[in-house]
């Protein structure tokens, strides 16, 4: 069975073409500048050669009738027809509460997808585009919607209501959604049998540190509380985004910046965050390379960045009542040995115990990194949100 997995954003449309019976990778590329002038598909199959096609894209469906002749192509392609798809997964971000887990999409799913993308209006359209381009090229293939939001939809009213007058939340659904949520649920599994454990026994922090960052306490399998909120601003710092804050800034901003509400948000989501204190990028690359050159405001973004992740694991072990594991994912997470052990460096008191010797010039390999004695256990783990919706849509199809 070879699954499509699909993951379209406002102007780019990243793909993946995985063989479930053996779950290995036949091909992966992306369509970007999609709209825009320059636009062209990035189409690499692992074991052919990879090509750029430089063409107009003027939607996504334009885009991905173009993946879809490259999957085919006899020098590139890795299907010898269409018929060889079997099924369609599309990520989509935000489902509201509607769904707590992945779903055949009908056009009642459709429909409910559509009055959430008030909720994510950056995210969902694009995502449901996808979904429309598939439904006219691909009509006979299934499809399924995998959603970022679902996998906390499991966490307690505790954990979700914001203590804003309820009648807000009933009236326009202002809570707690979390995202990021698949990567979340992919590295837990991987964890417990890293772990050799059952997952419905397992108290773990995951902490997902990319450019987009989130933790999420997985108490037995399932999220019960997470650091994103009503959108993915909340929490962590992030690359560009500044996370949890005192919200009375907000108005205050506005007055003595004469700013727009827009203006204000447009801070808090682009200008903010590592990027905003240290004022050299968002790429915590070059923000490790600025502080090695003692550039103080570097330095000091990736310790704000650092304890924040560390107080998150605290409370969420505080709300568990334990830990076994802390989990490292995502970008910063696999591939900064810094950052893991900087986040540990507090946690032996709770007897999360980093072994530097396991830790230093680790990069994406799934591994534990704590000292044996260690009775929390700290894990890099690779993350593959692909594979996960692939997964997903098998299960469903099946
Ligand atoms: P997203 O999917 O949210 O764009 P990723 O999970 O791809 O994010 O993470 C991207 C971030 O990971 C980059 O911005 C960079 O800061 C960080 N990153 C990647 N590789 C390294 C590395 N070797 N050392 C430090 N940070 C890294």
Same mark, same amino acid.
């Given at each position: 069975?070879?699954?499509?997995?699909?993951?379209?954003?406002?102007?780019?449309?990243?793909?993946?073409?995985?063989?479930?019976?053996?779950?290995?990778?036949?091909?992966?590329?992306?369509?970007?500048?999609?709209?825009?002038?320059?636009?062209?598909?990035?189409?690499?199959?692992?074991?052919?050669?990879?090509?750029?096609?430089?063409?107009?894209?003027?939607?996504?469906?334009?885009?991905?009738?173009?993946?879809?002749?490259?999957?085919?192509?006899?020098?590139?392609?890795?299907?010898?027809?269409?018929?060889?798809?079997?099924?369609?997964?599309?990520?989509?971000?935000?489902?509201?509460?509607?769904?707590?887990?992945?779903?055949?999409?009908?056009?009642?799913?459709?429909?409910?997808?559509?009055?959430?993308?008030?909720?994510?209006?950056?995210?969902?359209?694009?995502?449901?585009?996808?979904?429309?381009?598939?439904?006219?090229?691909?009509?006979?293939?299934?499809?399924?919607?995998?959603?970022?939001?679902?996998?906390?939809?499991?966490?307690?009213?505790?954990?979700?209501?914001?203590?804003?007058?309820?009648?807000?939340?009933?009236?326009?659904?202002?809570?707690?959604?979390?995202?990021?949520?698949?990567?979340?649920?992919?590295?837990?599994?991987?964890?417990?049998?890293?772990?050799?454990?059952?997952?419905?026994?397992?108290?773990?922090?995951?902490?997902?540190?990319?450019?987009?960052?989130?933790?999420?306490?997985?108490?037995?399998?399932?999220?019960?509380?997470?650091?994103?909120?009503?959108?993915?601003?909340?929490?962590? $710092?992030?690359?560009?985004?500044?996370?949890?804050?005192?919200?009375? +800034?907000?108005? @205050?901003?506005? &007055?003595?910046? #004469? !700013? /727009?509400?827009?203006?204000?948000?447009?801070?808090?989501?682009?200008?903010?965050?590592?990027?905003?204190?240290?004022?050299?990028?968002?790429?915590?690359?070059?923000?490790?390379?600025?502080?090695?050159?003692?550039?103080?405001?570097?330095?000091? $973004?990736?310790?704000?960045?650092?304890?924040?992740?560390?107080?998150? +694991?605290?409370? @969420?072990?505080? &709300?568990?009542? #334990? !830990? /076994?594991?802390?989990?490292?994912?995502?970008?910063?997470?696999?591939?900064?040995?810094?950052?893991?052990?900087?986040?540990?460096?507090?946690?032996?008191?709770?007897?999360?115990?980093?072994?530097?010797?396991?830790?230093?010039?680790?990069?994406?390999?799934?591994?534990?990194?704590?000292?044996?004695?260690?009775?929390?256990?700290?894990?890099?783990?690779?993350?593959?949100?692909? !594979?996960?919706?692939?997964?997903?849509?098998?299960?469903?199809?099946?």
């Amino acid at each position: 069975m070879k699954v499509l997995v699909l993951n379209c954003g406002s102007s780019s449309l990243k793909y993946q073409i995985i063989n479930m019976e053996n779950e290995t990778l036949l091909a992966k590329g992306v369509a970007e500048r999609i709209g825009i002038e320059g636009s062209f598909v990035k189409h690499e199959p692992v074991d052919k050669d990879k090509t750029v096609i430089e063409v107009a894209l003027h939607n996504h469906k334009e885009a991905i009738k173009v993946v879809l002749d490259a999957l085919q192509d006899k020098d590139h392609g890795v299907v010898s027809t269409l018929d060889e798809i079997n099924a369609v997964g599309h990520r989509v971000v935000h489902a509201g509460e509607k769904f707590s887990g992945s779903v055949m999409i009908t056009q009642e799913v459709i429909d409910a997808l559509e009055e959430c993308s008030d909720l994510a209006p950056l995210h969902n359209p694009p995502n449901l585009m996808g979904i429309y381009a598939c439904q006219e090229i691909l009509a006979e293939v299934p499809m399924v919607g995998v959603f970022d939001t679902a996998f906390h939809q499991t966490m307690p009213k505790s954990s979700y209501l914001y203590a804003l007058p309820y009648e807000l939340y009933e009236k326009y659904k202002i809570r707690r959604y979390g995202f990021h949520g698949t990567s979340h649920k992919y590295v837990a599994i991987k964890t417990a049998e890293l772990l050799e454990k059952p997952l419905e026994t397992l108290k773990l922090v995951t902490c997902h540190l990319g450019n987009g960052a989130s933790m999420a306490a997985v108490m037995n399998g399932k999220s019960i509380d997470t650091t994103m909120g009503f959108t993915p601003l909340e929490g962590l $710092a992030m690359g560009t985004r500044c996370g949890d804050l005192d919200p009375a +800034i907000i108005s @205050y901003i506005m &007055e003595k910046e #004469g !700013l /727009d509400i827009n203006a204000v948000n447009n801070i808090m989501n682009k200008k903010s965050g590592v990027l905003g204190i240290s004022g050299v990028s968002s790429d915590f690359r070059d923000i490790e390379n600025a502080a090695a050159q003692d550039n103080e405001r570097a330095q000091v $973004a990736l310790e704000i960045f650092y304890k924040r992740v560390t107080k998150y +694991i605290g409370a @969420y072990a505080a &709300e568990m009542g #334990g !830990l /076994d594991a802390v989990v490292f994912t995502a970008g910063l997470g696999e591939n900064s040995d810094t950052a893991r052990k900087e986040i540990c460096k507090t946690l032996a008191f709770m007897g999360a115990n980093i072994d530097d010797s396991k830790n230093d010039n680790l990069r994406g390999k799934e591994a534990i990194i704590s000292t044996d004695d260690s009775t929390v256990k700290i894990v890099l783990m690779p993350t593959n949100e692909e !594979l996960m919706i692939a997964r997903e849509t098998k299960a469903l199809i099946s």
